[in-house]
């Protein structure tokens, strides 16, 4: 069955800093992996996914994400963080199931960018 | 403008009245899904469609029920809301049957007293 853990509930990280957060998930067969933003009182939107293409995938905002098959791992990354990036992130996983494709989403992480 | 709506925003009920949060979509999605988000637990989901007709259950289906009549639309039932079903409920849809983006509707604050 398929998981998706995601280390630290927070992040705080300085403007300017490097932004990592961590997604490792496990699945039975190749999946379908992405990274969610949700600003406050907003619905979810999709910042970057991985469909097999390529290993590294750069998204929206500067953000990029590196999938790596043996550590089961797809972090988030951006160079540099920005004060508009202060919000919950999300790793999901979809994968096909009995009825078509499941998803299966980490309990997120909040950013926090200080001054 | 390619929207996913959900109605109502915020509905405050008590225990066991029966209540339907509705979704539609405009964007001529296949896919639609319903997940509730819980501090700490992250998003959930609760039922898929892949087609019209075509639904199956997601992690946490208990208490729930949906339909889907048409493309546009899946309703979420509860026919007997209880508190543990307080929760921010999401309505999403996608185009590759849930392997690609899934679009996010607004969500709906439910509070069960």
Known sequence: AQSVTQLGSHVSVSEGALVLLRCNYSSSVPPYLFWYVQYPNQGLQLLLKYTSAATLVKGINGFEAEFKKSETSFHLTKPSAHMSDAAEYFCAVSERDTGGFKTIFGAGTRLFVKA | ?113
């Open chain 2, 1 to 113: 403008e390619a929207q996913v709506t959900q109605n109502p925003r915020y509905l405050i009920t008590v225990t066991g009245k029966k209540l339907t949060v509705t979704c539609s979509q405009n964007m001529n999605h296949e896919y639609m899904s319903w997940y509730r988000q819980d501090p700490g637990l992250g998003l959930r989901q609760i039922y898929y469609s892949m087609n019209v007709e075509v639904t199956d259950k997601g992690d946490v289906p208990e208490g729930y029920k949906v339909s889907r009549k048409e493309k546009r639309n899946f309703p979420l039932i509860l026919e007997s809301p209880s508190p543990n079903q307080t929760s921010l409920y999401f309505c999403a849809t996608g185009l590759s049957g849930g392997a690609g983006e899934q679009f996010f509707g607004p969500g709906t604050r439910l509070t069960v007293l």
